[in-house]
């Protein structure tokens, strides 16, 4: 019994202990950085405030009469089982109270379903496991993933303290970019199976859905860089997608802008030229630990029953047309997806020739971007 | 030959012995055993999950399991505790005590209610044998949202036909029960007569045959998208993923009412009893019940405010929902006035009761607030909804049945349960709840999404808390189970009234009732 | 006699015919299991669970039958059967509301959506562009190929005949049975029971013609919804014409008086229930 007594007491004062430095531990919505966040965040404390009165209310009464209508007090019971008016007055107080709940909740979502009249576009694509973001206007178009000391500390027994890692988890290789003081408009889709945009200081979630597109916009008033997650269970690594937004100075904007076309630039080069071997084993790898480890794990081992492994693979190491042929076009009905619309020419010829010379496999061949562009 | 001569003598031969007796039983009572020891066992094994996913959350990083195998856990829990712990508890507790409270022979279909609880155990090794198979359980969460579940291996036409099992049970148990409270009634036990218990499974079983079969219809239009190449879900096909949502929810919603509304009704059984008062406002009760369940089918969609619906219908479910508080609140005004001005003693089921009042009411207003729309965009998939629906379900539902267990316990096996570890039972239950769930809304607002093994390091010390609370909670449960067992076997006998302040054809019968309760009707003035 | 006792409701003393049902149940799903993740022998296990779940039939049913002709029952036990079975029949309603949803979720939402309705433009103006919403439809991916729609006034109209037809044969039998005319009662059974399976018989060939002109379930949402739904209620038609076939058989044994007849009632509920359903698919499915 006191052994109980002394665990509770411990716990208590654990408790204690959290809502004292209450800052650090992060125990209310963030108010964010746009102006339907901060509608958002009111609206949410205003119901919330309400909820802790008709509680207090509630819980008040039933307190009281708990401590004074009790047999030990000699508490003899009243007989009254019945009050019209009351029934009436309890039911008229709450609708009342919620009518006053959702005018402006009505307002808001109003403002927030119109993305109308926006300044730029860009369209968020979800994929198992990571995010494509496309500029139509710009012309750029990028693959974001969750970042390497990330992926590497979160392999289970990984001995990687995630304290140790900087923003564990919510750190991505590309993060997206969008100029401060614009109404950006987000569209949603996805390439496999349900998804979910959520960066919780731009306020709004919204679900990416394969063969629609969804919408939401955001008008991010100060510079900064956000982090969100995906927010819709979509498979083994859905806790591993993370979103990072930047938002910067228009002028800041156009210079990313124009890097970013540059970089495209170059990568368009590479996929001209041909390789030597060392190159392309050594981009495979790259390519390997960002598109192929999620599932055929670092090691190429595989899941047993639920993803193949790359090592000694049948496809991997027998004819090279069929294995080009998987990467590219992937295998339906399976989690296999086609990579020919998610990777470059150079690309993918590295990542071949990787898995068939690389984790274990030996088959001595290459693949050139050219044989790859042949195929498409 | 007059067989009738003959059944009325046999009516007063006993059980049959040994297991026969539990494979061939039609009778009520035990029936009702069966669900409710199946319900425990069931509720344990679906713990042990809950522990998993608990541990592998006290700490960043993955420790214990992969995280394929941490949404299987996920999804698992779920599936047991909604489907195999907590509705076949309350079909147990409806079998025990309907025939006895409205005074009927038995339920109206002997023979039909022995095989809805025959094809569960069935159901449910089919379900946990997805564990052993090649690909793994489910892991696409109990909502089973397409195209991700269609990703499932081997265990997915398992999970799919436990479900319609599971489904055929229920829906057998529900129509059982609605043809016992139409037909079976003692004379002079009119509809507005029958005790609050009574009504509520009453329009719980409605809502039961109103859903079950869209449930089993949506999981049959799964089943033929992966394996006959159907396109119901395929936005290619001319379908729509979110058709399923739709669907899954017409039923989800419901169901998540048939999971408390009989916990309602057992509140409002106890509730006068220990405060030696009749049940306030009755009639309000009734209504408020039927009102509560008509609105179940017209919110569904406020679990998929993010799927991106036109405004108008985003606007009609906030509304439509947040009007569900109204009704609930009447009961819960109801409640508290039954207490107001009694003469209340604090008996292990009274303090479960209250615990459900405090409780509940704290789910019911986290969901209120997820029903505003706009703030739903933040709450939505992340711990937030996971605190609110395990507050509406652990000491909502759960308590609930843990307090119909203490009030009727005496009942049904003749002798008292140690009143001072039931005592000790509900204050660490209710310490260690809260330690566990209380927490969880703090990480969801700060951000933590749901389902998911790993979280990034600011969400540490609150799911360490949330962990220990688990634990904590978990070994509670198997008090529980030692006093039940510890009754069951012996004990101070009990009187045949057991609570003095308690009233109903129940505590007319011995404790325990004989093995058929009113082979002749008693007459209800 | 009949009302003897009726204070005394009849609570029968144990059976063990519902855990064989569970165990014929679960065999037969295994097999189905089996045979989906693509195992061999998946068919003889349901073949094997299929008859444990005849056999449980005959004796569940069997044991209730001779129960009923020794008089067990009366009017009290006849009601919980009479509840019992329309409350089933309604479930039965919510199933086939599931699938006739699908449908006018596909007709009036999902596929006008595609074809850029509503806020959706963009679906279709970037992942669909070019797709027009028309129903019937195989989606904008026209998956399953080229397909033919199913004529409404053709064998569909003819089948709604025959329905119809036997509709007003079961009332003609029943109210033979309540006048105690076995002759009529036989033929009206009759007269219904060949109608319905005719009915059967005509969708089969209706099947095929359907495959021939390439639609098939795959056939995007037009084949899934139209083969679902027919597909089902195909199923629950020839139920009810074996429900019926069986009281056919009892009435020509003479089973069943005016006031006890209630395996006669519920097979002529569940048959308008499936005669309902049909109208409902004629006009959506078929004509619409
Ligand atoms: C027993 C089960 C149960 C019960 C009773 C409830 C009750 C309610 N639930 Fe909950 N809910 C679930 C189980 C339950 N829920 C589950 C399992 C999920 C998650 C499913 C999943 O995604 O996995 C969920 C999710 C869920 C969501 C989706 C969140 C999201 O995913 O984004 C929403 C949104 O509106 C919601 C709302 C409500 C409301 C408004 C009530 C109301 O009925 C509550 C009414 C009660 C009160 C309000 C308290 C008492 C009233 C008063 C004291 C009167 C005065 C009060 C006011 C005027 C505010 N619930
Ligand atoms: C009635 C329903 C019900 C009940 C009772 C519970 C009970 C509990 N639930 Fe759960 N839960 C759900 C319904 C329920 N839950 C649902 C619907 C979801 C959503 C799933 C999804 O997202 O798809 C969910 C999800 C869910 C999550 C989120 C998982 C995720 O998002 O990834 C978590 C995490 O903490 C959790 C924890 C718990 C805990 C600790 C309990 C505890 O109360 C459990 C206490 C009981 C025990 C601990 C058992 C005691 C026994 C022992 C300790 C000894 C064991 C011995 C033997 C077996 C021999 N539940
Ligand atoms: Cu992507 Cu979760
Ligand atoms: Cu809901």
């Not at chain 1, 041909?274 to 081992?301: F, I, N, P």
């Not at chain 2, 397409?146 to 099992?165: D, K, N, R, Y």
Request: hydrophobic share 50%; charged share 10%; net charge negative.
């Amino acid at each position: 019994m006191n052994k109980a007594v002394q665990l509770l007491t411990g716990l208590v004062s654990a408790m204690a202990v959290t809502s004292a430095n209450a800052g650090g531990w992060g125990i209310n919505l963030r108010e964010g950085v746009t102006d339907l966040s901060h509608e958002i965040y009111d609206l949410h404390m205003l119901v919330f405030w309400v909820c802790v009165i008709i509680g207090v209310l509630v819980f008040g009464v039933m307190i009281y009469s708990m401590v004074h209508h009790r047999a030990s007090k000699g508490h003899k019971a009243a007989t009254f089982h019945e009050s019209t008016l009351a029934e009436i007055l309890w039911t008229i107080a709450p609708i009342l109270v919620l009518g006053f709940l959702t005018v402006p909740a009505a307002k808001a979502l109003i403002k927030i379903e119109d993305s109308s009249n926006s300044d730029m576009t860009i369209k968020v694509t979800g994929y198992q496991w990571k995010w494509q973001y496309e500029y139509p206007e710009e012309g750029i178009s990028f693959f974001s993933s969750m970042s390497d000391p990330s992926r590497k500390a979160s392999v289970r027994d990984s001995g990687i303290d995630p304290n140790s890692v900087e923003h564990y988890l919510l750190d991505v290789d590309n993060p997206v970019v969008i100029p401060v003081g614009k109404k950006v408009r987000f569209l949603f889709t996805s390439n496999d199976v349900n998804h979910a945009w959520w960066v919780p200081d731009l306020a709004v979630k919204k679900d990416a859905i394969p063969g629609f597109i969804n919408d939401m916009w955001a008008n991010v008033t100060e510079p900064g860089t956000y982090r969100g997650q995906c927010a819709e269970l979509c498979g083994k690594d859905h806790g591993f997608m993370p979103i990072v937004v930047i938002a910067k100075e228009q002028a800041d904007y156009d210079a990313w802008v124009s890097e970013q076309l540059a970089s495209a630039e170059e990568t368009k080069a590479a996929s001209e030229k041909t390789w030597d071997r060392d190159a392309l084993m050594a981009q495979g790898e790259k390519v390997y630990a960002s598109s192929c480890a999620a599932c055929h794990q670092a090691g190429g081992q595989g899941i047993p029953g639920v993803f193949p492994a790359i090592t000694g693979s049948p496809t991997v190491t027998g004819e090279i047309g069929e294995h080009l042929n998987t990467i590219m076009n992937g295998r339906t009905g399976t989690a296999m997806q086609a990579y020919a619309g998610q990777l470059n020419d150079a690309d993918i010829a590295a990542v071949t020739t990787f898995q068939r010379n690389g984790l274990g496999n030996a088959v001595g061949d290459m693949v050139q971007p050219a044989d790859v562009k042949a195929l498409r | 030959m007059d067989t009738h001569a003959a059944e009325a003598h046999d009516d007063h031969h006993g059980p049959a012995k040994g297991l026969m007796r539990w494979i061939r039983t039609t009778n009520h009572k035990d029936i009702g055993t069966l669900y409710l020891w199946f319900s425990l066992l069931m509720f344990l094994i679906g713990g042990v999950m809950a522990l998993i996913i608990r541990a592998e959350l006290f700490q960043p990083g993955l420790q214990f399991i992969d995280p394929q195998f941490f949404n299987s856990m996920t999804t698992m829990h779920a599936l047991i505790m909604i489907f195999a712990a907590l509705m076949p508890a309350f079909v147990g507790l409806a079998n025990w005590m309907l025939p006895i409270m409205i005074g009927a022979p038995d339920m109206a279909l002997p023979r039909m209610n022995n095989w809805s609880f025959w094809i569960l155990p069935f159901a449910v090794t089919m379900l946990l044998s997805t564990l052993f198979v090649e690909g793994g359980a489910p892991a696409g969460g109990w909502t089973m949202y397409p195209p991700l579940v269609l990703q499932t291996g081997a265990a997915f036409p398992m999970l799919i036909f436990s479900i319609h099992l599971l489904g055929i049970s229920s829906i057998m148990g529900s129509i059982n029960i609605i043809a016992t409270i139409m037909n079976l009634r003692a004379p002079g036990m009119s509809y507005m007569k029958m005790p609050m218990f009574v009504w509520t499974w009453f329009i719980t079983a409605f809502l039961l045959i109103a859903t079950m079969p869209v449930l089993a219809g949506a999981v049959t239009m799964l089943l033929t998208d992966k394996y006959f190449a159907t396109s119901f879900f395929n936005a290619a096909g001319g379908g729509d993923p979110v058709m399923f949502q739709h669907i899954f929810w017409f039923f989800g919603h419901p169901e998540v009412y048939i999971l408390i509304l009989p916990a309602f009704g057992i509140v409002s059984q106890i509730i006068p009893t220990f405060a030696r008062k009749p049940l306030f406002g009755y009639s309000s009760m009734v209504y408020a019940t039927a009102s509560i369940a008509f609105l179940s089918f017209i919110v569904w969609a406020h679990h998929m405010f993010t799927v991106g619906m036109p405004v108008a219908g985003e606007l009609f479910f906030m509304v439509a929902t947040m009007l569900i508080a109204v009704p609930t609140g009447v009961k819960v005004f109801n409640w508290v006035s039954t207490m107001w001005r009694g003469s209340m003693t604090f008996e292990t089921p009274m303090l479960f009761a209250i615990g459900f009042v405090f409780m509940f009411t704290i789910g019911g207003f986290s969901g209120v607030m997820m029903a505003m729309t706009p703030v739903d965009f933040q709450y939505h998939d992340t711990y937030f909804i996971v605190a609110h629906f395990h507050y509406v379900l652990v000491p909502g539902a759960i308590f609930s049945v843990m307090a119909a267990v203490y009030y009727w316990l005496p009942k049904w096996t003749g002798n008292m349960y140690d009143e001072k570890l039931g005592k000790f039972h509900f204050w660490m239950s209710t310490v260690f709840v809260n330690i566990l769930f209380f927490p969880q809304h703090f990480v969801g607002l700060a951000g933590m999404p749901r389902r998911i093994p790993d979280y990034s390091v600011q969400f540490t010390n609150f799911n360490m808390i949330s962990t220990i609370g688990a634990f904590g909670f978990g070994l509670s449960q198997l008090l529980f189970v030692y006093i039940v067992i510890k009754a069951a076997r012996g004990g101070a006998k009990a009187t045949d009234q057991v609570w003095d302040g308690a009233e109903g054809l129940e505590w007319t019968l011995s404790s325990p009732p004989p093995y058929h309760s009113f082979s002749t009707q008693p007459v209800v003035k | 006699m009949d009302n003897a006792a009726d204070d005394q409701y009849y609570v029968p003393h144990g059976t063990t015919w519902p855990f064989i049902g569970s165990i014929g149940l679960t065999t037969f799903l295994v097999g189905f299991i089996m045979l989906l993740n693509g195992g061999a022998n998946g068919k003889y296990a349901m073949i094997a669970g299929a008859v444990i779940l005849i056999y449980m039939m005959f004796g569940w049913f069997g044991e209730v039958i001779a129960e009923s002709e020794k008089n067990t029952y009366n009017n009290w036990e006849g009601k919980s059967f009479r509840l019992g079975m329309s409350w089933f029949i309604f479930s039965e309603v919510m199933f086939f509301a599931v699938f006739f949803g699908a449908l006018f979720y596909a007709r009036i939402l999902s596929v006008p959506w595609l074809g850029g309705a509503g806020e959706e433009a963009d679906t279709n103006r970037i992942l669909w562009d070019g797709f027009q919403a028309v129903w019937p439809t195989n989606g904008p991916g026209n998956v399953g190929g080229e397909f033919q729609r199913m004529a409404a006034w053709g064998l569909p109209a003819l089948n709604t005949l025959i329905l119809l037809t036997s509709g007003a044969t079961v009332t003609w039998a029943h109210h033979a049975i309540k006048k105690n005319d076995r002759k009529n009662l036989i033929r009206g059974l009759t007269a219904t029971v060949v109608l319905g399976f005719l009915f059967v018989f005509l969708q089969a060939i209706e099947y095929k013609e359907a495959y021939h002109e390439g639609l098939t379930m795959g056939t995007g949402i037009y084949g899934s919804t139209f083969y679902l739904l027919t597909g089902f209620h195909g199923l629950h038609v020839t139920l009810g014409a074996v429900m019926l076939t069986v009281v056919l058989f009892r009435s020509m044994k003479g089973h069943f008086t005016p006031q006890n007849h209630f395996a006669f009632e519920a097979a002529a509920w569940y048959w308008h229930f499936v005669d309902v359903v049909w109208l409902g698919l004629f006009i959506f499915v078929y004509w619409l």
